[in-house]
């Protein structure tokens, strides 16, 4: 029995955690999606996929538990989504991976830098592999990229992250020319600056509480980019009309300093 009855249009997240993926799955069911979460945690998920299909119906998501680090991970997955829900509209490819900590490249082992490389990159090679071709059947779909700032600026103490991010825009722009003629459209969001999730945006929550900064706790949103704003960013990327696609988006906070990490 179809999970999608009404064949709603379907959304794939991978990298569904409290902050970006919840926040892009959520607006996207209100939009009438139904929504595929994928992840390695499922009991996150599942509190996920509740939240969700509490306010937006039974068919609002469903959640799959996948590592994107693993081809056959995500082609049996995939597969089960079809299967379930139908073929993938929209895929947003967000599961990335970082070290809080800096540390030079002879402090970092070669399996982190593989490991890393695998979340940040290879996912989103592997996962477009297996939505184009339905996309292309149908002459539409969209793929959204979750970029960093590590996409356009190698930093000191990230080289397990920062290649991987800059592989994924090279991804972003190669897909674009290959397939934009033919009716895909595929952007890199480069987020320049720390979101309010539980990765980056809680440990800056936890400074600031530690350091008595009560005035950036109380205006987190000049400082953290607002994962339910971020969702709004890539709506908009969606819904865009096809003779004015954007290929690159960046944004910040209104107080992030941009200017100091060029
Ligand atoms: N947070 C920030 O401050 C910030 C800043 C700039 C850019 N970004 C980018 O934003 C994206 C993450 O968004 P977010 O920080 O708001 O996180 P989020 O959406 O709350 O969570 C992302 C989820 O990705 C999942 N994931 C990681 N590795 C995976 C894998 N191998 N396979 C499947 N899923 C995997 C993790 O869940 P499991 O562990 O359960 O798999 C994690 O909870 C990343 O691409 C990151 O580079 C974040």
Redesign the pocket.
């Known amino acids: 029995m179809s999970l999608n009855p009404t064949s709603k249009p379907v959304l794939a997240v991978?990298?569904?955690?409290?902050?970006?993926?919840?926040?892009v799955s959520h607006h996207f069911a209100s939009k009438g999606f139904t929504v595929a979460l994928?992840?390695?945690?499922e009991d996150?998920?599942a509190k996920i996929q509740t939240t969700i299909n509490s306010e937006h119906g039974d068919t609002a998501s469903k959640y799959y538990v996948?590592?994107?680090?693993s081809e056959s991970?995500l082609q049996s997955t995939f597969a089960s989504i079809r299967s379930d829900l139908g073929p993938v509209n929209v895929l947003i490819?967000?599961?990335?991976?970082?070290r809080f900590t800096p540390r030079t490249i002879l402090e970092t082992s070669s399996e982190e830098f593989e490991s890393f490389t695998?979340?940040?990159l290879f996912?989103a090679f592997f996962a477009s592999k297996l939505v184009l071709p339905d996309m292309l059947a149908k002459g539409s779909g969209t793929i959204l990229f979750?970029?960093?700032?590590?996409s356009i600026r190698g930093s000191g103490g990230l080289s397990s992250?920062s290649p991987g991010?800059f592989g994924l825009r090279s991804l972003s722009q190669i897909i674009t020319r290959e397939f934009q003629s033919r009716g895909i459209h595929v952007a890199h969001v480069l987020?320049?600056?720390?979101?309010?999730?539980?990765?980056?945006?809680g440990v800056?929550k936890r400074r600031w509480e530690r350091s008595g900064e009560s005035d950036k706790l109380a205006e987190k949103d000049l400082y953290?980019?607002q994962?339910k704003d971020?969702a709004g960013i890539y709506w908009y990327l969606y819904t865009q009309p096809r003779s004015t696609w954007t290929q690159e988006l960046d944004v910040r906070s209104q107080r992030e300093q941009m200017f100091s990490k060029m």
């Open positions: 991978i990298g569904v955690g409290p902050g970006i993926g919840e926040a994928i992840a390695r945690t996150k998920l996948a590592d994107a680090r991970s490819y967000n599961a990335g991976s970082r695998k979340i940040n996912g979750t970029g960093a700032t590590g992250f991010k987020i320049d600056g720390p979101v309010e999730s539980d990765l980056v945006g800056v953290l980019m994962p971020l």
